[in-house]
């Protein structure tokens, strides 16, 4: 009798050793259900705020555009009705000559102030000097081009 109940104590054990097994691999595949679960909520929440700051991030580009745009417009309105003059370098010079400084007066009073720079000359029939108007134009444009760069980098 001994040896029968012996076999129904290590069977009961058994039984209940497969039990906690079943049942511990059930609440793990329950867990990894709820972790995939809160996992998927996630992603969408996340994707649903991806693509809010997407939007906000394109309607601010197309407001910079826009406004890019609206002011090439004004730009080039301005230049149609200005037609462009030659812009000429000429040398200005103190004493007559070209870098050659104009004596102090001898009674050691500071030279008087020149003309301006209000007072520009006019330039002389003769070698008017390089046209200098489309190198200012290209300098123009390049900052221009920085100032819509540096003002979309701050709108980020």
Do not use: W
Not at 42 to 69: I, V, Y
Not at 89 to 109: E, F, I, R, Y
Not at 133 to 150: K, M
Request: proline residues 8%; glycine residues 8%; aromatic residues 4%.
């Amino acid at each position: 009798m001994t040896s029968i109940r012996l076999y129904v104590e290590i069977a009961a054990g058994l039984i209940l050793l497969i039990a906690f097994g079943l049942f511990v691999h059930h609440e793990r595949a329950v867990g990894e259900q709820k972790i995939e679960a809160s996992d998927i909520k996630a992603l969408a929440a996340a994707k649903k705020q991806a693509d809010a700051e997407t939007a906000l991030n394109l309607e601010r580009a197309a407001k910079a555009d826009a406004g890019a745009a609206s002011a090439q417009k004004a730009v080039d309105d301005y230049r149609t009705s200005h037609p462009e003059q030659p812009v000429r370098l000429c040398l200005t010079t103190n004493s007559g000559q070209p870098g050659v400084p104009k004596a102090s007066p001898p009674n050691g009073s500071p030279p008087s102030a020149g003309p301006g720079p209000a007072a520009v000359r006019e330039v002389q029939s003769g070698d008017p000097g390089p046209d200098i108007g489309p190198g200012l134009d290209a300098l123009v444009q390049a900052a221009g081009r920085l100032a819509v760069v540096y003002s979309n980098r701050q709108q980020r």
